[in-house]
């Protein structure tokens, strides 16, 4: 696939997994005060409420999606996409409906 370095794109893809894991640290404390920074912004308290609840309910799950986006386009790049419909498919049809059903 492309010019054969595949041992660049492993380190490549190594990096990413650092990166994006450096960035879900912040971005994952965010989300577990997001009702204040709503609030302090301006945002009803019954919508900051109900987000903020929601964003603690898809936090867990943070981790799976930044490891999901980053082996998909690795393998993406490789023209390997069929490992990923059904996975998707799983995660559509049954994990964000249960998430919504906890969240109401």
């Given at each position: 696939?492309?010019?054969?370095?595949l041992?660049?794109?492993?380190?490549?893809?190594?990096?990413?997994?650092?990166?994006?894991?450096?960035?879900?640290?912040?971005?994952?404390?965010?989300?577990?005060?997001?009702?204040?920074?709503?609030?302090?912004l301006?945002?009803?308290?019954?919508?900051?409420?109900?987000?903020?609840?929601?964003?603690r309910?898809?936090?867990?799950?943070l981790?799976?999606?930044?490891?999901?986006?980053v082996?998909r386009?690795f393998?993406?790049?490789?023209?390997?996409v069929?490992?990923?419909v059904?996975?998707?498919?799983?995660?559509?049809w049954l994990?964000?409906?249960?998430?919504?059903?906890?969240?109401?």
């Open positions: 696939v492309g010019s054969g370095r041992g660049d794109v492993g380190v490549l893809v190594q990096r990413c997994l650092v990166c994006c894991v450096l960035a879900l640290i912040p971005g994952f404390a965010l989300w577990l005060v997001m009702e204040h920074v709503l609030f302090a301006g945002q009803p308290p019954a919508v900051a409420a109900l987000a903020a609840r929601f964003l309910l898809y936090a867990p799950g981790p799976g999606m930044v490891l999901f986006e082996l386009r393998l993406g790049c490789q023209d390997i069929l490992p990923f059904p996975i998707t498919a799983v995660v559509t994990g964000h409906p249960t998430l919504l059903a906890l969240l109401l």
